[in-house]
Structures are given as structure tokens and as C-alpha cells.
């Protein structure tokens, strides 16, 4: 999700990694600190100081986003989750999780901890902004704490609207599997919840830009169509590892497969297999022996001048981990892979012998189908026994 992020530190065992998109709405919020909310609250400082408050309120805010994610990716490791890392974004923070939880408890006690964390930081920096107002501590201070006590807990309200995949969104669909035991329908639920929510942000974003606050409006915009994407992509993933549970890779591959030789000229493969056959991916093999794919990426990094003295065994990617799965691999586990890898189509095979390939597009016609004869639990409102989720 993240393929341009760096890592800023570890810790408790946790990767803390930022994604570019952060630097952008961390110049926003301290532009927004230093040219509206401080000089408000303080109007005799100067611009040097607005600015230093600034960074250091965006900092000391970021660093809270850090702590709400870091409680969700404990309690999802006392759970036994296995998490990727923390990544700062244009969005905030995210823990990202391996894998779904495995029963509605481990979701619902993961879904809270963030916004719990959040409200006991509220408190904290409350406490610590009425102290240094009492105390006579210079005012920079007591309103750098006073924001980062409202920013806060303006977070937590914020993620507890049940709106998937919002926090409370998580507890809603936490709930509803719990109550009924079906994941893809409390699933689909919460999505619509949170495709209603997003809609509604959208839409007030749009009346606030023609209002005048054409910053807030348009942000509002933005995020709304993130949690838009968000929503309907987490029903769209769930529903996928609901059709797929119990299928394993060599039943939903494709056993007809052209395959090619590495003797044969780049010509040949792309007139012959990429131009007659519209193929653009070639397992190669070699008197029976499977050595690995060509493929159209592999074929035009070669000058085209040089494709009729350019052999495939010069230029095909070698059968590995990284591109072949064994048949008995669950289907669930290579649908996690290519969202993991971005891989699209894998090799399948047993040792060096090619027993087929398959690609997202196979599993998703096994998905379509599934859904016609209404074989996947929720799709049509029915529950099937077959796919139903096991706890």
C-alpha cells in the first residue's frame, strides 16, 4: 500500500515508516497553526514564534497519531496478529495489519484501543495546559497543549463514528459478527455505513467551499472520497476471501497454457503468442522442465531492432518463490500475496514441472460465479454453510 514509505524508527517492535504524502499535510497543518489558530490564541507573539509553535504542535501531534496506532498494533499482537508496521500518510496514521482478525473480540478490542489512547492523551495534555496556565508557564506553552488536547480528542470522536473503515466502523462490524457470526455480511454493513458517511463528508465539503472555506471544504472532499475507496474496497477484499475460503490454487487455475521455449527469437513470441494469440504471458519450458515466464514488460525493455536476435532464454524471468506457487496453496493466502506483491499472475507448479498458471482474473471469474449461484455467504443476503466463517 505503502511502496514509497522509509523507515523513521522502530519501536516495542514496530516499524514506524513515513509515506511522502505525510510532508504534504504537514506543511498544511503547520501553515494552518502558524497563519490561523495561534495567532488567535496568543496575538502579540511574533511571526517567528507562531511558526516554532507550529512545528512543534504539528510534531507533538503526529507523535499522538503514533501512540493511537501503536495501541491498536498491541492489542492486535496480544491478539496474535501479525502487523507490517505503523505508516504516517497524507491521511494520518495506519497500523497495518497482515491479516484480518480472526473473531469479532480480537476486532472489536483492536478497533478501541486507538481512540482510547487518543482520549487518555486529551486528558493528559488537559491536565498538563490547565497546570501550565495556573503555574504562570509562558502562554506558548499552555496553548500548544490546549490544541493538542482538542486535537485529540477531536481524533477519537472522529474514528468512533461507525463508519467503516473508521474505528468505530471496525466496532460496528465487530458487533454485528458477533450477533449474527456471518463476517461478510457485518462486513457489508459496515462499508455501506461508512459509503453513506463518506458521501455526506463529500457533500458537505462542496457546500463549505461555495460557502467560502474553500481549504476546509476541499479537504473535507478529499477525505471523504478516500474513506469512499476505503469502504467499498474492504467489502470488495472481504468478499474475495469469502469465496475463496476452502479452494485451493490448483482448483481455480487455468490448466491450458501456451507455453513457449527459450530457443525461440523475441519476434517469434510477440508475432506469434502476443499479436495472433493475445497472450502476453508465456511460461517457458524446456523438454518438460519449467524455467520460468516472458512476459510483454520482459519484451519491450529490448530494443526492437534486436528482437530477431534475441532469444527468450536470454531474456525470461526464472521460475522462484516470488513468482510460482505449489497447487495445494490456499487460494485465500495467494489472494493476500498479489494484494501484498501487486503480482497479477503467478506460475503454478509442482517442483520444475508446469502444472497451470492462474491470475487475478481467474479468481475473480470464480468469484462472479460464486455469487450467481449464490454460493458466497451474504452476497445475496443468504447465508451458505460452505463459506460461512469458522472461529
Given at each position: 500500500?505503502?511502496a514509497?514509505s522509509?523507515?523513521?524508527?522502530?519501536?516495542?517492535?514496530?516499524?514506524i515508516?513515513?509515506?511522502?504524502s505525510w510532508f504534504?499535510?504537514?506543511?498544511?497543518?503547520?501553515?494552518?497553526?502558524?497563519?490561523?489558530?495561534?495567532p488567535?490564541?496568543?496575538?502579540?507573539a511574533?511571526r517567528?514564534?507562531?511558526?516554532?509553535m507550529?512545528?512543534?504542535?504539528?510534531?507533538?501531534?503526529?507523535?499522538?497519531?503514533i501512540?493511537?496506532?501503536?495501541?491498536?498494533?498491541l492489542v492486535?499482537?496480544?491478539?496474535?496478529?501479525k502487523?507490517?508496521?505503523i505508516?504516517?500518510?497524507?491521511?494520518?496514521?495506519?497500523?497495518?495489519?497482515?491479516?484480518e482478525p480472526d473473531t469479532?473480540?480480537?476486532?472489536?478490542?483492536?478497533?478501541?484501543?486507538?481512540?482510547a489512547?487518543?482520549?487518555?492523551?486529551?486528558?493528559?495534555?488537559?491536565?498538563?495546559?490547565?497546570?501550565?496556565?495556573?503555574?504562570?508557564?509562558?502562554?506558548?506553552l499552555?496553548?500548544?497543549?490546549?490544541?493538542?488536547?482538542?486535537?485529540?480528542l477531536?481524533?477519537?470522536?472522529f474514528?468512533?463514528?461507525?463508519?467503516?473503515?473508521?474505528?468505530?466502523?471496525?466496532?460496528?462490524r465487530?458487533?454485528l459478527?458477533?450477533?449474527?457470526?456471518?463476517?461478510?455480511?457485518a462486513?457489508?454493513?459496515?462499508?455501506?455505513?461508512?459509503?453513506?458517511?463518506?458521501?455526506?463528508l463529500?457533500?458537505?465539503?462542496?457546500?463549505s467551499?461555495?460557502k467560502?472555506?474553500?481549504?476546509?471544504?476541499?479537504?473535507?472532499?478529499?477525505i471523504?472520497?478516500f474513506l469512499l475507496?476505503?469502504?467499498?474496497?474492504?467489502?470488495?477484499?472481504?468478499?474475495?476471501t469469502?469465496a475463496?475460503?476452502?479452494?485451493?490454487v490448483?482448483?481455480?487455475?487455468?490448466?491450458?497454457?501456451v507455453?513457449?521455449?527459450?530457443e525461440?527469437?523475441?519476434?517469434?513470441?510477440?508475432?506469434?503468442?502476443v499479436?495472433?494469440?493475445?497472450?502476453?504471458?508465456?511460461?517457458?519450458?524446456?523438454?518438460?522442465?519449467?524455467?520460468?515466464?516472458?512476459?510483454?514488460?520482459?519484451?519491450?525493455?529490448?530494443?526492437?531492432d534486436?528482437?530477431?536476435?534475441?532469444?527468450?532464454?536470454?531474456?525470461?524471468?526464472?521460475?522462484d518463490?516470488g513468482?510460482?506457487v505449489?497447487?495445494?496453496?490456499?487460494?485465500?493466502?495467494?489472494?493476500?500475496?498479489?494484494?501484498?506483491?501487486?503480482?497479477?499472475?503467478?506460475?503454478?507448479?509442482?517442483?520444475?514441472?508446469?502444472?497451470g498458471?492462474?491470475?487475478?482474473?481467474?479468481?475473480?471469474?470464480?468469484?462472479?460465479?460464486?455469487m450467481?449461484?449464490?454460493?458466497?455467504s451474504?452476497?445475496?443476503g443468504?447465508?451458505?454453510?460452505?463459506?460461512?466463517?469458522?472461529n
Open positions: 500500500m505503502f514509497r522509509f523507515k523513521l524508527m522502530s519501536l516495542l517492535g514496530f516499524e515508516k513515513i509515506d511522502p504534504l499535510i504537514a506543511a498544511l497543518i503547520t501553515w494552518s497553526l502558524a497563519t490561523g489558530y495561534f488567535v490564541a496568543i496575538p502579540d511574533t517567528a514564534d507562531y511558526i516554532s507550529a512545528l512543534a504542535a504539528m510534531m507533538l501531534f503526529f507523535g499522538s497519531l501512540l493511537h496506532e501503536l495501541a491498536h498494533a492486535a499482537r496480544k491478539f496474535g496478529m502487523i507490517k508496521g505508516t504516517l500518510f497524507l491521511f494520518g496514521g495506519v497500523a497495518e495489519l497482515a491479516a469479532a473480540g480480537a476486532e472489536l478490542w483492536t478497533a478501541l484501543a486507538g481512540p489512547m487518543s482520549i487518555a492523551l486529551a486528558a493528559v495534555f488537559w491536565f498538563a495546559g490547565v497546570t501550565a496556565m495556573v503555574l504562570d508557564l509562558p502562554a506558548a499552555a496553548a500548544i497543549l490546549t490544541y493538542l488536547a482538542l486535537i485529540n477531536v481524533l477519537a470522536l474514528n468512533l463514528v461507525p463508519a467503516f473503515p473508521l474505528d468505530g466502523g471496525r466496532v460496528l465487530a458487533l459478527w458477533k450477533r449474527h457470526g456471518n463476517l461478510l455480511e462486513t457489508r454493513v459496515a462499508s455501506l455505513s461508512g459509503t453513506v458517511f463518506a458521501w455526506l463529500v457533500w458537505l465539503g462542496f457546500f467551499f461555495f467560502g472555506a474553500q481549504i476546509g471544504g476541499l479537504w473535507q472532499v478529499v471523504g472520497l475507496g476505503a469502504a467499498k474496497n474492504a467489502y470488495q477484499q472481504q468478499l474475495m469469502s475463496m475460503a476452502g479452494q485451493t490448483g482448483y481455480l487455475m487455468s490448466t491450458t497454457v507455453t513457449t521455449t527459450p525461440r527469437s523475441l519476434s517469434d513470441f510477440v508475432n506469434e503468442n499479436l495472433a494469440k493475445r497472450l502476453n504471458f508465456c511460461p517457458v519450458v524446456e523438454n518438460g522442465r519449467l524455467l520460468g515466464y516472458v512476459d510483454l514488460d520482459v519484451v519491450v525493455r529490448i530494443d526492437r534486436n528482437w530477431p536476435i534475441t532469444r527468450i532464454g536470454d531474456v525470461f524471468i526464472a521460475s518463490e513468482n510460482t505449489g497447487p495445494d496453496m490456499p487460494a485465500e493466502d495467494l489472494f493476500k500475496l498479489m494484494n501484498h506483491s501487486k503480482r497479477r499472475k503467478y506460475l503454478v507448479a509442482d517442483g520444475t514441472q508446469l502444472l498458471v492462474i491470475s487475478i482474473s481467474d479468481m475473480i471469474g470464480f468469484l462472479a460465479l460464486s450467481q449461484v449464490g454460493a458466497v451474504g452476497a445475496q443468504a447465508t451458505s454453510p460452505f463459506f460461512a466463517k469458522k
